[in-house]
């Protein structure tokens, strides 16, 4: 299946909210978003993706409410019961104005591999620092190819090549050229934290005004 060239305020292509939704050997380019999620936007569910291609989609940010622009292909949050699996897809030239040029993620879910990405490329990937990061320190370019803030994360056999993160004002700053990661969840009994296994960064930079 193919989404090319759909448009919204978020998930260009598709919107998701609290469902389960499987996504196999798709392709979606030029694809756009305002907020967030250039082809798709998740809230809550399962999201599992085999075998998609994902390609020059966007999430622009919208000056007028100072939404900044998340998950140039992919925007997913989730309150605690979500679950986010992505699996020998392809992430290539997408852009968001803010954080993940292509993969925006955030989760509470405390299980471990709540968000997994395995087999997964991404290439040429950027987080422009554009539209309302232009004129606002509040902006946080973060995450070239994916921003990721969820305990469980596992991302495995992964490769990151040629992706940036970059800024347009002095105020800010540029971080994770390829990948930006955070949350550690710390109790009694264990401790998650985000697990990158066999995976590649070629060529990936983050670089300020």
């Known amino acids: 299946m193919i989404f090319a060239n759909n448009s919204a305020t978020e998930?260009?292509?598709?919107g998701v909210n609290n469902a389960n939704i499987t996504i196999i050997n798709s392709h979606f380019r030029n694809n756009q978003a305002l907020v967030s999620g250039g082809a798709i936007a998740i809230e809550g569910g399962f999201l599992h993706m085999n075998n998609c291609k994902f390609v020059g989609n966007s999430a622009t940010g919208n000056p007028a409410t100072q939404s900044?622009?998340?998950g140039g292909a992919v925007n997913a949050r989730g309150a605690g019961?979500?679950?986010?699996?992505?699996?020998?897809?392809l992430f290539e030239n997408n852009t968001a104005a803010e954080a993940g040029g292509a993969?925006?993620?955030?989760?509470?879910?405390?299980?471990?591999?709540?968000?997994l990405l395995?087999?997964?490329?991404f290439n040429l990937n950027m987080a422009t620092g554009s539209g309302s990061c232009v004129s606002s320190s509040a902006c946080d370019v973060r995450g070239g190819a994916a921003f990721i803030?969820?305990?469980?994360?596992?991302i495995i056999n992964c490769i990151f090549t040629k992706n940036s993160a970059k800024t347009a004002i002095s105020s800010q700053l540029a971080e994770g050229g390829a990948?930006?990661?955070?949350?550690?969840y710390e109790s009694n009994q264990f401790k998650l934290q985000t697990k990158l296994i066999n995976c590649k960064f070629i060529s990936n930079n983050a670089y300020g005004y």
Request: net charge negative; hydrophobic share 35%; glycine share 12%.
């Open 11 to 14: 998930g260009g292509s598709l």
């Open 103 to 115: 993969l925006h993620i955030e989760s509470l879910n405390i299980r471990e591999k709540s968000v």
């Open 179 to 184: 990948l930006f990661t955070t949350d550690v």
């Open 68 to 70: 900044f622009g998340n």
């Open 81 to 89: 019961n979500d679950l986010y699996s992505i699996i020998g897809s």
């Open 149 to 154: 803030s969820s305990p469980g994360a596992e």
């Open 118 to 121: 395995t087999n997964v490329i």
